[in-house]
């Protein structure tokens, strides 16, 4: 691991709280942990909190994708390793992966682009740093698979609307949910969108799968996800989520949401997931059922 990943950027374990319904670690708190490395690795890189002072700026993630390849269940010992990519201007590709802290199995694989931006302007930073890039080329464990560099889906809650996003989140951010600077923490807009899934799956699934999930037999889990984020949400902001289905196959769904600020109308965030049925008993995907296609089929997006 450390042949490959030069840096130990984070160390901790599977706690129970941040477990969900799956029994197993929930997608923000994957995030949030990587957060935390992203950190240290950027103050491998140079760019420690105290330089980052000077310069009265910040990391800011662009997008991120993440490749699942296991879970990572309670009580499991976890370290986090990263190595740069690429660095432009005041950009930085980053490569993370997170593992068993004792075993070395892999479970999850991140490129992360972060931004170096001024916390006035949220502009890009300009610094003259003799940061050393590396050749680094990332594994064939941790290129994106399917899910690539997306536009803007949409411009507007109302266009969203008209291509069949349906409304599964709805809130205010508060305050404890914010960093020192007001705005809110990265790993919670993940948060809210998986908050958000239960509304949406409500949609698509039947009666007899809705008991299936409550009697802890039948869940789900995502293997590939990418996040572009094109503006922040800042304490008391109200948002909205928008979900839909982009396509699926008879085991797997894409699925899009959407984070609008209701007060200036801004397209916040865009996250996309490859998902599967998941049975909680063997730990393994399982195919939709014809109920569950035919429903999909009904709600899927327009274009």
């Not at 942990?33 to 980052?52: D, R």
């Not at 064939?140 to 560099?149: D, F, M, P, Q």
């Not at 590939?224 to 289905?245: H, K, M, P, Q």
């Not at 396509?247 to 997931?273: E, P, V």
Request: glycine share 6%; proline share 3%; net charge negative.
């Amino acid at each position: 691991m450390t042949e490959i990943l030069p840096y130990v950027i984070h160390r901790s374990s599977v706690n129970a709280w941040e477990c969900d319904e799956n029994g197993h670690l929930n997608v923000r708190h994957f995030i949030g942990k990587n957060y935390q490395g992203l950190i240290h690795l950027l103050a491998e890189l140079g760019l420690t909190p105290q330089v980052l002072r000077e310069l009265s700026a910040e990391p800011q993630v662009v997008n991120q994708h993440i490749r699942f390849h296991r879970e990572a269940r309670q009580g499991m010992p976890i370290t986090i390793c990263g190595q740069v990519v690429e660095r432009r201007k005041s950009r930085f590709a980053l490569y993370t992966e997170l593992r068993h802290g004792k075993e070395n199995t892999l479970f999850t694989a991140f490129n992360s682009e972060v931004d170096i931006v001024e916390l006035k302007t949220r502009r890009p930073c300009n610094f003259d740093l003799n940061i050393d890039v590396s050749s680094f080329k990332v594994p064939e464990h941790g290129i994106a698979r399917s899910l690539l560099h997306d536009d803007v889906p949409v411009t507007s809650v109302e266009e969203a609307l008209e291509l069949g996003y349906v409304e599964t989140g709805r809130g205010t951010v508060m305050a404890e949910e914010c960093d020192e600077h007001g705005c809110l923490a990265f790993y919670q807009y993940a948060a809210r969108i998986a908050d958000a899934i239960p509304n949406f799956m409500s949609t698509i699934q039947s009666t007899d799968e809705f008991a299936l999930r409550s009697s802890g037999e039948l869940g789900g889990a995502v293997i590939e996800s990418r996040a572009d984020y094109y503006n922040t949400l800042e304490r008391g902001s109200r948002f909205i989520i928008l979900s839909g289905v982009r396509s699926f196959t008879a085991k797997t769904k894409h699925l899009s949401h959407l984070i609008f600020d209701l007060d200036n109308a801004l397209l916040i965030k865009h996250s996309q997931g490859i998902a599967v049925a998941l049975d909680l008993k063997t730990r393994r995907a399982v195919p939709f059922s014809e109920d569950r296609l035919r429903r999909m089929q009904s709600q899927q997006l327009k274009g």
